[in-house]
Nanobody, 119 residues
């Protein structure tokens, strides 16, 4: 069973940057897509960004131009780089592992990491 271990996040001020990482084992990110999601208090979990097997990226409108997603196959890690953070980015962020380019209902999730943006 693949496990995803997240790191990064924490407390920051508006305009600052944070980088989240999602480390797997077994070389999974070399052949499978990765996605980042977030869930704010009282809200549903929402997509933030994704990167396909071939390296194509896509972003939700609310983070476009501020967040980037990348993957390091050698380290088996998926990253979410967040810049120009806003208070509305405050949420628990989760990474998710696809099978190929498909995010199945039983796909593996990271444990979640809190990002809080406040002045």
């Amino acid at each position: 069973q693949v496990q995803l271990v997240q790191a990064g996040g924490g407390l920051g001020q508006p305009g600052e940057s944070r980088k989240l990482s999602c480390a797997a084992s077994g070389g999974v990110f070399a052949d499978n897509a990765c996605g980042w999601y977030r869930q704010a208090p009282g809200k549903q979990r929402e997509i933030v960004a994704g990167i396909t097997r071939s390296g194509n990226t896509n972003f939700a409108d609310y983070v476009k131009g501020r967040f980037t997603i990348s993957r390091d196959g050698a380290k088996d890690t998926c990253y979410l780089n967040m810049t120009n953070l806003k208070p509305e980015d405050t949420a628990v962020y989760y990474c998710r592992l696809a099978r190929g380019n498909t995010f199945a209902s039983d796909s593996t999730w990271g444990q979640g990491t809190q990002v809080t943006v406040s002045s």
